[in-house]
């Protein structure tokens, strides 16, 4: 049990979709750290001119992923659903134009490719926490 | 002239349109130090019970405003317009979110009275970044 | 193997302690995760008034292993270590402020022992990169 | 007054330093800004290779003065002092370190020149903000 879930199971509001929040946090969290990571892995690169419009990219998934986990960690409460909804929807945007842009230098660049696996899974996550929102609980 | 508008100014790019960034970034930022210390004022009233979802509206607005002035500051190059809308117009939803929970309480609470303006002014600013974005430079 | 020690494995400045930087980066994102979740559970208890204090703590120690996830994921390159040195040293004292102050509410709120245990994680994390960074590569 | 300091004003706890925290939220906030937009525009400069080190401390920078705003947003109450000053004194290593460098580029680069301004700016006023926690109330 991951510890993020260990806390939603103790949470008094019992959310309605526990598992699809845990995921969803954590998958926003490991991108924004590969991003992160993957940003500086290319600063360091011989080539950093052709790797300017990635690191822009890995830049804002880092800070959209960081604001979407920690919206989500607060969606155990039936609340406003709009907001939250927009939110998980950029999130999919920005991770699915930094995967685009770093499945360009993925054979080149292994940290490149990493970075796109964990941007694609974190859009799943976010898409699979929107179908929950919109489901019956 | 704002700190921001004064790096805009000699940014490489010359970006077609350094007010509206400028504005939309202090903004921004405006509001996440606003809504960090409105909640933290909230938890400091007698009758905290009755704040709660203040609170947890307070500390959405405040990520999600921080990541939007962070991937605002870096919109100087025309590049994938999609997800920066996506991220203007969500954040706009979570200001005015904020703001209609923080307007219930502003005439108990003057910071719920600051807040509120803050998002406002925040939301309006997003708008203006988001029509600057559409029309031709 | 984690997805961070993945991208730092194939970093251009083949960092002296990647192991080291992977724990320390995980643990600090968990921990800040795991403290925004519990911040959030706090606001659902019943007697929140009592809660107040670890809830500002949560948030502080969210904040902090945030940024410090951030910095230490930079800190590939052997680089200016007096600041480097400054945050994980500032993030052990939140962590463990955040975990003392938790662990008084853990015998009535499982999601307060959660989460002063990923404090303590996270400070002892931040403790053997601070050794790792004192050592000869 | 500015928008911090009438949230802070109505603050139940009577903050004892309303006038230094201000000063030092609102100048962690604005270096933040500043330090990200700097970083964008050495990122579109025809050499970018000799000023990685400045795009590395600009995001540490931000970064850390980000969790360094939260924090003393929230330092209304006479709480643990420790964490707070820590925070403090790395804000200050941060914001010097990345001061420094950004004036090694300032001649040529506009950007880099404000970017070091608002980073001794934070410095001075989270030096005085620490005078302040010092001084009995």
């Known amino acids: ?6 806390v939603l199971r103790s949470h008094p509001e019992h959310p ?3 598992d699809a929040i ?5 998958a ?3 991108c924004s750290e590969t991003c992160t990571a993957c940003a500086d892995a290319c600063l360091s690169e011989r080539h950093v001119e052709s790797l300017i419009s990635c690191i822009r990219l890995n830049l804002d998934c880092a800070a959209v992923c960081a604001a979407t986990g920690s919206v989500v960690a607060r969606a155990n409460k039936a609340g406003n659903r ?3 909804e927009a939110q998980l ?3 999919i945007a920005f991770c699915r134009a930094c995967a685009a842009e770093c499945a360009r230098h993925a ?3 292994k940290h490149c490719r990493v970075a796109a696996d964990a941007c694609l899974k974190c859009a799943d996550a976010c898409a ?3 179908s929950s929102l919109r489901m019956p609980a």
Chains 1, 2, 3, 4 share one sequence.
Do not use: F, I, K
């Not at 049990?1 to 260990?6: C, D, G, I, P, T």
């Open 89 to 91: 929807t950029t999130c």
């Open 22 to 26: 845990t995921t969803c946090v954590d």
């Open 107 to 109: 054979e080149r660049h």
């Open 16 to 18: 309605a979709h526990p």
């Open 82 to 84: 709009q907001p939250l």
């Open 28 to 30: 926003c969290s490991l």
């Open 1 to 6: 049990m991951s510890v993020v879930q260990a």
């Open 128 to 130: 699979e926490m929107l």
